[in-house]
């Protein structure tokens, strides 16, 4: 009957309804998305809050298709379901080329009727995309550049580490530090391991963390002698420290450090352009005094400003490239000064002046001891050497800081250099770290004894605050000592007599002065008490 007929036909259309949720008839087809398209988005996240991200789907026909992310995602799953019911389920690997986090899709996955992508991210920047085979190869198409890259910053660290042990230099040190962080921040270009998100952004932080600070310290080693500007330091080391907290915060806290991703990388940008800057502000400082390198230091500094001012210009790929290009320049001429330089022109490669005080260093005034030494005995002249040690300086340096270590060194060089400016044929150095060292020809113990007292007094009037010592500032401990010179003695001598007697100061208490006295010499035999006939 009509009626029925027309009853049945609705009962069955309501059943079909019905069932129309769990079959996904019904449902709005998911879009097809070209290669290239960002696949779902994620709320702001962090390494210690991630968040999930998910995308609805389906693909052009075609094959060589790969749902891809970088190394902030954390768990990746597709899952496709196709007209006839299948579903496949597959977890993304870093099995891309490059070591890439990603799914590689199967060549019939444009037959799915939808695409479920899930996953977790620990920044927005980690929400995958849809690539080709073809996007992935550009990808990787700078790989022999990482390569070589890696492979010349390795080896400039092997040298920086082999001469560092030689020489035991706190540049070279550096030079060294600078060269095997910016190995390890080349590392993750290399495509061959993706560590996970916790592990791989704290060592970029830590790596960055101890390149630019290897960096600044060799920067102010070879500028020292120039005695830059203090405003120029000061700047250096807060730019230094905003830059280290700036990449920190950036990646552990990600998206909620600065959640706009364009203002988090001008951000980052400026304050390592101004970093830089002020290197080169540095090495500008040590050319104009003249300091031996320093047209080198300049030029490898604005080798390393180039190289990250024009990378910031470039796109992703070229932006490493040209940066890395540059650090390598910077480094390889470094790595020249230092051992060095035989292009330099300001000084001789084997300049006798010390780069920190500005008095003559240990060579010259080893070469000057052993001249006046000879000339004394020749002479029989008396030769006086004063030996002046500041006092608890390595707490000075812990408290202070090395750069106000160094500063509190200049002056108490000069302070010294001063006291003993009047005796003739002086010659003050540099004799080790934070110990100072005065040669005076023709000089004999009174004279000594009184050049001794002079630039002890001299050294506490600077009035350089020392907060650890009892008088609350900084004071040396002075050796004194004066010998005539015959055959039987060399000028090492009069060296260990000098270091006797400071050592006797230091045990006195510090902050004194004393003077060697060499035993009594037996009284000189008469003739006649050596004759045999004496008897």
Partial sequence: MPGRSAFVALLAFLSLAALAPASGWGQPAAPIVPPGTRLGDAAPASLVQPSTFQATFRVPPGTDLAVATIWLTRTLTVTLTYADGRR????????????????????????????????????RAGVPLLVTGAQLAYGGASDWWHIAAFGLLLGVTLLGALLAVRRRTRALSSLALFAGAQTVLAIPYLGVLRPPPEISQPMHALAFA???????????????????????RVALLTLLGANVVF????????DRWIDDPVLAVLIG?????????????????????????????????AALALGTAFGF????????????????VALLLLALLLVGDPLTIDAPAATPIDGLTGLANRPAFET?????????????????????????????????????????????GEAFAAACAGAPGVLVARYRRDELVALLPGCGAAGALTLAIAAH?????????????????????????????????????????????????????RNRVVLD????????KTESDSSPLSA
């Fill in 88 to 123: 496949v389920t597959l977890v993304g690997a870093p099995t891309l080329p490059g070591a890439t986090l990603g799914v590689p899709l199967p060549n019939d996955a444009w037959q799915a009727t939808r695409i479920d992508l899930t996953g977790t991210t620990v920044s």
């Fill in 269 to 301: 940008r400026a304050l390592l352009t101004a970093f830089d800057l002020v290197l080169v502000a540095l090495a500008v400082c040590a050319l104009l005094a003249g300091v031996a390198g320093s047209r080198l230091l300049l030029v490898a500094t």
């Fill in 210 to 232: 101890l390149a630019w600070s290897a960096l600044a310290v060799l920067v102010l080693d070879r500028a020292a002698a120039a005695r830059p500007p203090r405003l120029l």
């Fill in 457 to 509: 007094e001299a050294v506490g009037a600077l009035e350089i605050l020392h907060a650890e010592m009892p008088l609350r500032r900084l004071s040396a401990s002075v050796g004194a000592a004066a010998l005539v010179p015959d055959a039987a003695t060399s000028a090492d001598a009069l060296v260990r007599r000098a270091d006797a007697a400071l050592y006797v100061a230091k045990t006195m208490g």
């Fill in 247 to 254: 990449v920190l915060g950036s990646d552990v806290l990600q």
């Fill in 313 to 328: 210009a470039l796109d992703p790929y070229a932006t490493q490239a040209v940066t890395n290009a540059g650090t390598i």
């Fill in 517 to 524: 006295e060499p035993p009594a010499q037996e009284p000189a």
């Fill in 368 to 412: 000057a001891l052993h001249a006046a030494w000879e000339r004394a005995r020749a002479d029989g002249t008396p030769v006086a050497l004063l030996l002046l040690n500041l006092d608890h300086f390595k707490r000075y340096n812990e408290a202070y800081g090395h750069l106000e270590g160094d500063e509190a060194l200049r002056r108490c």
